[in-house]
């Protein structure tokens, strides 16, 4: 039987960090459209992001992009934030929007640009160590357009290199996390296009290294709960980046496009025992709002997230292990396709009600009134954004 309790006390304690650069503009290629009351700042981002908590319960942190997240007190964003009652979370480095960067960062043939992308990456562990961020998250566009544009095995050598330097500078309890992504920007080649690319090098490093399994970077069709499964089992999981798509790196609301892939993906999590806050796995959202409203979609997003890890937890375990050990192959699938089935929000809404919160997060932020304030108060000044 599955114990509802302890499934209640996970849900309570589950986390979801939040990305700075959903509330701010963003879009396609084709257009990047604006809405009232967008952030012009990171102070603000980081404000939008505390109602995200202020409803869920499970949304404590907030990752930053830098430079769009650039201040000049650090320390002061970070008092910021505590007095909104979150936290600043994964620090995210940005080497793909300088003109430098054409042929690649810290895979470039020349030196001095990869020595520039390397003096990035170490000035973001600097605002680590300023915000007091446990982790560094690398997500590289480096690739080619061309075969033989540049040597495949050459950028492997620089990529390694430049890792390696990074990964000195690392303090006590830091870690470097290398996301890895199989197209776009680049359309030929990527340096780090899947899982086993970014565990190899992140295996060479060492123990502060681990893998990003962002959910919008594989080629349609992959098992990415077999890539969980399998990288939980070498303890290289260190995040995910939670989206989801229907073609490419949509980067659409988790569990929106393909709900029944993020709880197969949950259940390899709690099969694991790595919900655990002290399994190390930082649950983060990486998404673009692009046409809908963007408090409302991270509310809607980490209410998903909730969901396929609540139906996960329902998973009643004995029964599954004692129908794959007797080869029963339709009784098995169908002890998870239960728990899958399970409408588990009304669990949800008494884990919230525990916790003194509107069981409805979306009907409570709407009947705030705080989009409409935001609306009215952010007159004037730059729309924050991609700037890409
Ligand atoms: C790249 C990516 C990466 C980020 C960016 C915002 O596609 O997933 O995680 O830095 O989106
Ligand atoms: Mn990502």
Not at 95 to 114: E, K, M, N, W
């Amino acid at each position: 039987m599955t114990d509802i309790a302890a499934a209640k006390a996970a849900l309570a304690a589950q986390t979801i960090e939040l990305p700075s650069w959903a509330f701010g503009n963003s879009g396609t290629r084709f257009k990047v459209f604006t809405q009232p009351g967008v952030p012009r700042d990171p102070y603000e981002k980081i404000a939008d992001a505390a109602q995200v908590h202020r409803f869920t319960g499970v949304a404590p942190t907030v990752s930053l992009h830098i430079p769009w997240d650039k201040v000049d007190d650090y320390a002061d964003l970070a008092t910021h934030a505590k007095g909104l009652g979150v936290e600043l979370g994964v620090i995210n480095s940005n080497t793909f929007q300088d003109d430098d960067y054409r042929l690649g960062s810290i895979c470039h043939a020349d030196p001095a640009v990869r020595r520039k992308a390397v003096d990035h990456l170490l000035e973001c562990v600097d605002i680590m160590d300023a915000t007091g961020s446990p982790d560094l998250k690398l997500w590289f566009a480096d690739g080619t357009n061309y075969p033989g544009q540049d040597d495949i095995r050459d950028r492997q050598d620089r990529l390694a290199e430049a890792l390696s330097r990074v990964y000195a500078r690392l303090g006590d309890g830091q870690r470097m996390l290398l996301e890895y992504k199989l197209f776009e920007p680049a359309f030929y080649t990527t340096d780090v296009p899947d899982w086993g690319t970014s565990f190899a090098h992140c295996v060479r490093l060492g123990e502060q290294a681990k893998v990003v399994v962002d959910t919008g970077h594989h080629a349609p069709g992959t098992n990415i709960e077999f890539i969980v499964a399998f990288l939980l089992r070498e303890r290289k999981l260190g995040a995910f980046d939670f989206n989801s798509r229907f073609y490419a790196d949509d980067d659409l609301m988790v569990g929106a496009a393909d709900p029944f892939q993020l709880f197969r993906i949950m259940y390899e999590v709690v099969r694991a025992g790595a919900l655990d806050p002290a399994a190390g796995v930082n649950f983060m959202l990486d998404q673009c709002h692009n046409i809908e409203p963007k408090i409302p979609g991270q509310i809607r997003s980490v209410m998903n997230a909730q969901e396929a890890t609540a139906k996960a937890l329902l998973v009643d375990r004995d029964a599954l292990r004692a129908a794959q050990r007797a080869g029963d192959v339709l009784g098995a699938n169908a002890v998870l396709m239960d728990a899958y089935n399970t409408d588990v929000r009304p669990l949800l809404a008494e884990v919230r009600a525990d916790k003194g919160l509107d069981p409805d997060p979306m009907a409570a932020y709407a009947r705030s009134g705080y989009a409409a304030a935001i609306a009215a108060e952010r007159v004037g000044g730059r729309q924050a954004g991609w700037g890409a």
